[in-house]
Nanobody, 122 residues
């Protein structure tokens, strides 16, 4: 599956953005999905994951209660709703697919999409 993230941009602290990840192919619902981010000078870090059906989600502590991951399998699309954004959320955000949610969380044998830049100003 090929992935392309979009929807990033510049937003003030406290604002919201919704990222989307479009997947090509007809096997989108065969994969668990997730979001990661990488800030300048830092390693890529896990943000959120969701099961194939969308029935279960998992979040990094740093975004829990502020970000919501979701998917619409009929549209081959993954989303990340980001609310109450903070300057420390500034990063390039990547979507990823994996065989199951545990693999996504561990970034084990996942497919990566191209990232989208999110900048939160203070």
């Amino acid at each position: 599956v090929q992935l392309q993230a979009f929807g990033g941009g510049l937003v003030q602290a406290g604002g919201s953005l919704r990222l989307s990840c479009a997947a090509s192919g007809r096997t989108f619902d065969s994969y668990a999905m997730g979001w990661f981010r990488q800030a300048p000078g830092k390693e890529r870090e896990f943000v959120a994951a969701i099961t194939r059906s969308g029935g279960r989600t998992y979040y990094a502590d740093s975004v829990k209660g502020r970000f919501t991951i979701s998917r619409v399998n009929a549209k081959n699309t993954l989303y990340l709703q980001m609310d109450s954004l903070k300057p420390e959320d500034t990063a390039v955000y990547f979507c990823a697919s994996g065989i199951d949610m545990d693999a996504v969380i561990r970034a084990s044998s996942v497919y990566w999409g191209q990232g989208t830049q999110v900048t939160v100003s203070s």
